[in-house]
């Protein structure tokens, strides 16, 4: 059986007891080790908690050498570890269709997600419209997708939770046109470099899907002892100092409900600035045009 057991958020400790008692009888355990990170484990942390050895599988492992971990999974348990649920903003579908293909059996044991935990910041879930990515920018190359999908959420007055990019064991390119194996240092986003390159876009695009004046929540190092939101509007967001991985970030849609601001202004740097940046928003929605009439007999 291959097994796809999440993690949690931050501790070795986050492990579902089932989750645990599964890994403890497999004979080989993979660790995912490139979409997130377990904020405050090491690998040896969870060997010792599991009495297994832990290997850790890269992206290459997984993307391109999955029968590696398959490998006897028809007669063995196999279990493949992911940081949050490994069905959040992570879907491993590829191993599960070759798991499938070779008529080895799954199980999935789910476990706290970035994608439900970002509650905790007082926004809530039902508010949420799609979530979207944002990568590193380079000098040439600044893919802005997510711009589209943040002015169609916000069009419709929902929040937008922005994913930061993760690079792990990522080459340079000139080590990779030559073929050598060497690896730059692990580099996490942090919120002022999301804050000042989503204002790049918006410089650029000029579509006003969001400003600087946007009211934002940062959501740092969720669901570990560090954890830490700020409230504040994109363009403070690019000035402060987060710290520590890892980071997302909310922008917030129109149709926000006085409780979660209530909720949000303790996390305030300016309650005033905050209170008022969201009461903007709320009034220039108040000139959209609502969203075209849904034809019933369609449904
Ligand atoms: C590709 S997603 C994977 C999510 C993971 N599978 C889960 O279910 O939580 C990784 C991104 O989610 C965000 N993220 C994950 N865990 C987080 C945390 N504890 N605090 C803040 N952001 C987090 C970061 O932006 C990170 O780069």
Redo the contacts with the bound molecule.
């Keep these: 059986m291959l097994y796809l057991i999440?993690l949690g958020?931050?501790s070795a400790e986050d492990i579902t007891l089932r989750g645990l008692k599964v890994v403890q009888q497999c004979a080989r355990v993979y660790l995912e080790a490139y979409?997130?990170?377990l904020?405050s484990a090491s690998k040896e942390d969870l060997e010792k908690l599991y009495g297994r050895e832990v290997i850790l599988a890269d992206r290459e492992m997984v993307e391109s050498s999955s029968d590696s971990i398959l490998e006897d999974a028809d007669k063995v348990d196999v279990a493949f570890l992911?940081?949050?649920?490994?069905?959040?903003?992570?879907t491993h579908t590829d191993l599960i269709i070759r798991a499938r293909s070779l008529g080895i059996p799954f199980e999935a044991i789910h476990?706290?997600?970035?994608?439900n935990?970002?509650g905790a910041c007082g926004l809530q879930l039902y508010n949420f419209g799609q979530t979207v990515?944002l990568v590193f920018f380079t000098d040439n190359w600044k893919p802005d997708s997510f711009y589209d999908r943040i002015k169609e959420n916000r069009r419709i007055g929902l929040h937008t939770l922005?994913?930061?990019?993760?690079k792990v064991k990522e080459q340079s390119f000139e080590n990779m046109a030559r073929g050598r194996k060497i690896y730059e240092p692990p580099r996490?986003?942090n919120i002022e470099t999301a804050a000042s390159q989503l204002l790049e876009i918006e410089d650029l695009r000029n579509e006003q899907a969001y400003t600087e004046d946007t009211p934002c929540v940062s959501?740092?190092?969720?669901?570990?002892p560090g954890?830490k939101f700020v409230a504040a509007t994109l363009g403070d967001l690019a000035d402060i100092e987060s710290g520590e991985?890892?980071?997302?970030?909310v922008i917030l849609g129109h149709r926000t409900h006085e409780m979660e601001i209530e909720y949000l202004l303790d996390f305030a740097t300016d309650k005033n600035k905050f209170q008022k940046a969201v009461e903007t928003e709320v009034e220039s929605a108040k000139e959209l045009q609502p969203p075209a009439p849904v034809d019933e007999d369609n449904d």
């Design positions: 999440g958020l931050s979409t997130s990170i904020m992911v940081v949050g649920d490994p069905f959040g903003a992570t476990n706290a997600s970035v994608m935990a970002v990515s922005v994913l930061l990019d993760i996490y986003m959501v740092s190092r969720l669901g570990s954890q991985p890892l980071h997302s970030l």
